[in-house]
């Protein structure tokens, strides 16, 4: 079964910050990835995904990831954070090669911006 | 276009008691989940539904049952519940589309058991 290790459980920065955080997941064949965003009292909407084709993903209000298949990685990025992009950021895996359709989240990383 | 609509928003149970969830969902969507939410864990999924009349075991199933009558609409339902239920419960929905679909979310149910 697939796994999905988000290291950065809770991270502080101040607003302008660049952001960068952490998403290995261990499977041996091929996957989509995901990265979910939840504000605080709403639910969860994507930010971005990946499925095939130019490993460097581009999401929605400036947001980046990066698929490095040999490191099982797909780090989210943020070049300069703002105070509104405060919530917790879930990385997500589903294997392709099962029908079962169903995402393997992470423990989610809990961002907070100081403005 | 409401998208994925979960009822009820909040409820408190005591040990034993039995509910449902309902979620409703109407984007058309073919595949329909159950996730639920607990600090430091992530989401973890309870159970799932490729199509009208089917469903199948996640992750986390024990302790849960689900029926999926119609398109539009997956219930979860606890039958005896305990304390360790207590967590946001999550319904999502997506398109079975080979290649590109993504997952749906509605606004959760906090659920806690006494």
Known sequence: AQSVSQHNHHVILSEAASLELGCNYSYGGTVNLFWYVQYPGQHLQLLLKYFSGDPLVKGIKGFEAEFIKSKFSFNLRKPSVQWSDTAEYFCAVEPQDTGRRALTFGSGTRLQVQP | ?114
């Open chain 2, 1 to 114: 276009n409401a998208g994925v609509t979960q009822t009820p928003k909040f409820r408190v149970l005591k040990t034993g008691q039995s509910m449902t969830l309902l979620c409703a969902q109407d984007m058309n969507h073919e595949y329909m989940y159950w996730y639920r939410q607990d600090p430091g864990m992530g989401l973890r999924l309870i159970h799932y539904s490729v199509g009208e009349g089917t469903t199948a075991k996640g992750e986390v199933p024990d302790g849960y049952n689900v029926s999926r009558l119609k398109k539009q609409n997956f219930l979860l339902g606890l039958e005896s519940a305990a304390p360790s239920q207590t967590s946001v419960y999550f319904c999502a929905s997506s398109r079975h589309r080979t290649g590109v679909y993504e997952q749906y979310f509605g606004p959760g149910t906090r659920l806690t058991v006494t």
